[in-house]
């Protein structure tokens, strides 16, 4: 494409825009709607993954011992589990430390002091960070199985499933309203070139006459859908980049207990990420859009 | 003159005389019913002016079209400026256009800009250069004398003004065959008449082949050209030329001073 022509089909695509101000502005508005509320489930999406997989990182297995386990025989277990690719850290804790945090999270002072010996003597224990807490269940099995001076293991079955289930059920559940957001944005889009397309009939019709090549006459269509599209994402962004601050700072103002359980991610790692996903989506949309109209109406 | 583009089939560059529209045994059927247009025969010439006339569905404006490659002839070949028009390819069609230029009962100009912006637009199709698009649209106003309306929105013209807009846009171009379907059906006799005469200076001023479909008998008698006549979608008289009477060539010659102050040099053809 020469560059003249390349300037004169976006210039045309420009003026397109605003001869059909009302169906431009009403595209924009889809468009933006679309893709902010794609960026608000990102936004939302990604945070909440962040907490899950926060969570995630605190499922432990905790594994007790038979009453004359050895020292060498528990070190052996620790060493063993370190090695395992779904183990993140395996922590021994004796039995008085078991104690001390049992008296700090439970007890005061003057009442662990009735105490002559320590109830929890014989709960010295592993425990167990999964990095996948998806393998709690094998990794237990293999625990029984293989080390008989183990009495018990405890585990976080509901916790576990739970996350990696509520994990999948966020996911599904924001493909599929994404997907319906997309093919609306894109329909949408269709309908205004196609409304410009129907507009400009003449003026197509007296392009063909005077031998415009099929080029010059889709291009300003293509330019005019990418165009709406690219300031359609643009708009989102500087909401949801503005919003996405207040918000945090608001929650964290008007919830101060939540800064403890909550912990957000931050907006520079957000937009680093939306901002490209939501320009290259959309302008494809526009692309998309513009082309597919193109195609059914432009018969050049 | 030049071609814009040669790529075609068969481009030629027409000389005096040569055939460069050339219809044998050309049918149309647009259904079942009868034929628009039947087994039509005719050549045209380069630097010829020939009206088309008959009546309303006599086929005029089914030719016209299949000049143009609007539509396709159901049996029979057309040939235009060496482009055999049964047999070009989609992408050749726009390069064989640039070649033709064409003008409507109805305009056809863009109503949301002004009279330079339409001629103007023929020229940018085309890439033209900026530069050469202001000295040929400026010129071609010029010649159909609406140089100093370039400002004014083309709705804010008569009829007559309006379709010298639509003429200066055909020509601007500088086209080899100018097609003009009913060109005066919306204007008045003495406008109609001022048209004309702007379509005849281009042919014989830039040598332009001209091909005028009308059912206006007043201005087929008036300007002396070849007709070819139709009805029911058959010729039924093709007066050439040279049929004409000498008082008939006399009338000619004295239409012909009349745009002798139109300096050829001036709205000749220009280089791209």
Same mark, same amino acid.
């Given at each position: 494409?020469?560059?003249k022509?390349?300037?004169?089909s976006l210039?045309?695509?420009?003026?397109n825009?605003?001869r059909n101000?009302?169906?431009?502005l009403?595209?924009?508005a889809?468009?933006a709607?679309?893709?902010?509320?794609?960026?608000?489930?990102?936004a939302?999406?990604?945070?909440?993954s962040n907490?899950?997989?926060?969570a995630?990182?605190?499922?432990?297995i905790?594994?007790?011992?038979?009453e004359g386990?050895?020292?060498?025989?528990i070190?052996?277990l620790?060493i063993?589990l370190?090695?395992?690719?779904?183990?993140?850290?395996?922590?021994?804790?004796?039995g008085?430390?078991?104690w001390?945090d049992?008296?700090k999270?439970?007890?005061?002072e003057?009442?662990?002091q009735?105490f002559t010996?320590?109830?929890?003597?014989s709960s010295e224990?592993?425990?167990?960070t999964l990095?996948?807490?998806s393998?709690?269940?094998?990794?237990v099995?293999?625990?029984?199985?293989n080390?008989?001076?183990v009495?018990?293991?405890?585990?976080?079955?509901?916790?576990?499933?739970?996350?990696?289930?509520?994990n999948r059920?966020i996911?599904?559940?924001?493909a599929v /309203? =994404?997907a &319906?957001l997309? *093919?609306?944005?894109? !329909?949408?889009? +269709?309908n205004?070139v196609?409304?410009?397309?129907?507009n400009?009939?003449d003026?197509i019709e007296?392009?063909?006459?005077?031998?415009?090549?099929?080029?010059?006459?889709?291009?300003?269509?293509?330019?005019?859908?990418m165009?709406?599209?690219?300031?359609?994402?643009?708009?989102p962004?500087v909401?949801?980049?503005?919003l996405?601050?207040r918000?945090i700072?608001?929650?964290?103002?008007?919830?101060?207990?939540l800064?403890?359980?909550?912990?957000?991610?931050?907006?520079g790692?957000i937009?680093?990420?939306?901002i490209? /996903? =939501?320009l &290259?989506l959309? *302008?494809?949309?526009? !692309?998309i859009? +513009?082309?597919?109209?193109i195609?059914?109406?432009?018969?050049? | 003159?030049e071609?814009?583009d040669n790529g075609?089939?068969?481009?030629?560059?027409?000389?005096?005389g040569?055939?460069?529209?050339?219809?044998?045994?050309?049918?149309k059927?647009?259904?079942r019913?009868a034929?628009?247009v039947?087994?039509?025969?005719?050549?045209?010439?380069?630097?010829?002016?020939?009206?088309?006339?008959g009546?309303?569905g006599s086929?005029k404006?089914?030719?016209l079209?299949?000049?143009?490659?609007?539509?396709?002839?159901?049996?029979g070949?057309v040939?235009?400026?060496?482009y055999?028009l049964n047999?070009i390819?989609h992408s050749?069609?726009?390069k064989f256009?640039r070649n033709l230029g064409?003008?409507?009962?109805?305009?056809?100009?863009?109503t949301?800009?002004n009279?330079?912006e339409?001629v103007?637009f023929?020229?940018?199709i085309?890439?033209?250069p900026?530069?050469?698009?202001?000295?040929?649209?400026?010129?071609?106003?010029?010649m159909?004398?609406?140089?100093?309306k370039?400002?004014?929105?083309?709705?804010?013209?008569?009829?007559g003004?309006?379709q010298?807009v639509?003429?200066?846009r055909?020509l601007?171009?500088?086209p080899?065959?100018l097609?003009?379907d009913?060109?005066t059906?919306?204007?008045?006799?003495?406008t109609?008449?001022e048209i004309m005469?702007l379509?005849?200076?281009?042919?014989?001023?830039?040598g332009t082949?001209?091909?005028v479909v009308t059912h206006?008998?007043?201005?087929?008698e008036?300007?002396h050209?070849r007709v070819i006549?139709?009805?029911q979608?058959?010729?039924?008289?093709?007066?050439?030329?040279e049929?004409?009477?000498?008082?008939?060539?006399q009338?000619?010659?004295?239409?012909?001073?009349?745009?002798?102050?139109v300096?050829a040099?001036?709205?000749?053809?220009?280089?791209?």
């Amino acid at each position: 494409m020469k560059i003249k022509a390349f300037f004169y089909s976006l210039g045309q695509g420009i003026k397109n825009m605003f001869r059909n101000k009302g169906y431009t502005l009403a595209s924009i508005a889809t468009i933006a709607s679309c893709l902010f509320l794609f960026g608000l489930f990102y936004a939302v999406i990604t945070n909440f993954s962040n907490m899950l997989h926060s969570a995630e990182q605190n499922v432990q297995i905790t594994v007790f011992f038979n009453e004359g386990t050895t020292e060498n025989q528990i070190s052996q277990l620790q060493i063993d589990l370190k090695e395992r690719p779904e183990v993140k850290d395996v922590t021994y804790i004796s039995g008085d430390q078991a104690w001390k945090d049992f008296v700090k999270e439970n007890l005061t002072e003057e009442d662990a002091q009735t105490f002559t010996e320590n109830p929890l003597a014989s709960s010295e224990n592993l425990e167990v960070t999964l990095a996948d807490v998806s393998q709690q269940d094998s990794l237990v099995s293999f625990i029984e199985d293989n080390y008989d001076y183990v009495r018990q293991v405890n585990r976080s079955d509901v916790t576990a499933d739970a996350l990696t289930g509520a994990n999948r059920l966020i996911g599904y559940i924001s493909a599929v /309203i =994404i997907a &319906i957001l997309f *093919v609306v944005s894109i !329909f949408l889009i +269709s309908n205004t070139v196609a409304t410009g397309i129907i507009n400009h009939k003449d003026e197509i019709e007296i392009m063909k006459y005077i031998g415009a090549t099929d080029f010059f006459v889709r291009a300003p269509y293509v330019f005019e859908g990418m165009l709406i599209g690219l300031v359609g994402s643009l708009v989102p962004l500087v909401v949801l980049y503005v919003l996405y601050g207040r918000a945090i700072t608001w929650i964290l103002e008007k919830f101060p207990i939540l800064s403890n359980i909550l912990s957000f991610v931050s907006r520079g790692v957000i937009f680093s990420r939306l901002i490209p /996903i =939501i320009l &290259i989506l959309g *302008v494809g949309i526009g !692309f998309i859009g +513009s082309t597919m109209t193109i195609r059914k109406h432009l018969h050049v | 003159m030049e071609f814009y583009d040669n790529g075609g089939d068969h481009p030629m560059t027409p000389e005096q005389g040569e055939v460069v529209i050339s219809l044998k045994n050309v049918s149309k059927q647009y259904s079942r019913e009868a034929p628009a247009v039947s087994h039509v025969n005719f050549e045209v010439r380069e630097g010829e002016f020939v009206f088309i006339t008959g009546e309303t569905g006599s086929g005029k404006s089914t030719l016209l079209k299949m000049i143009m490659r609007e539509l396709e002839p159901t049996s029979g070949s057309v040939n235009v400026l060496g482009y055999n028009l049964n047999r070009i390819s989609h992408s050749r069609i726009p390069k064989f256009r640039r070649n033709l230029g064409v003008v409507f009962q109805d305009f056809r100009l863009l109503t949301d800009r002004n009279v330079y912006e339409n001629v103007a637009f023929a020229q940018r199709i085309i890439e033209v250069p900026s530069q050469k698009i202001r000295r040929n649209v400026t010129q071609m106003l010029d010649m159909v004398g609406m140089a100093d309306k370039y400002k004014r929105n083309v709705t804010k013209l008569s009829g007559g003004e309006q379709q010298r807009v639509a003429l200066a846009r055909a020509l601007v171009n500088k086209p080899y065959i100018l097609l003009a379907d009913e060109p005066t059906g919306n204007l008045d006799a003495e406008t109609a008449w001022e048209i004309m005469q702007l379509i005849e200076q281009a042919n014989r001023v830039y040598g332009t082949t001209v091909v005028v479909v009308t059912h206006d008998r007043t201005i087929v008698e008036r300007m002396h050209r070849r007709v070819i006549e139709m009805k029911q979608g058959e010729i039924i008289r093709d007066n050439p030329l040279e049929d004409l009477d000498n008082n008939e060539e006399q009338m000619l010659e004295n239409d012909y001073q009349m745009v002798q102050d139109v300096d050829a040099d001036d709205y000749g053809y220009y280089e791209n």
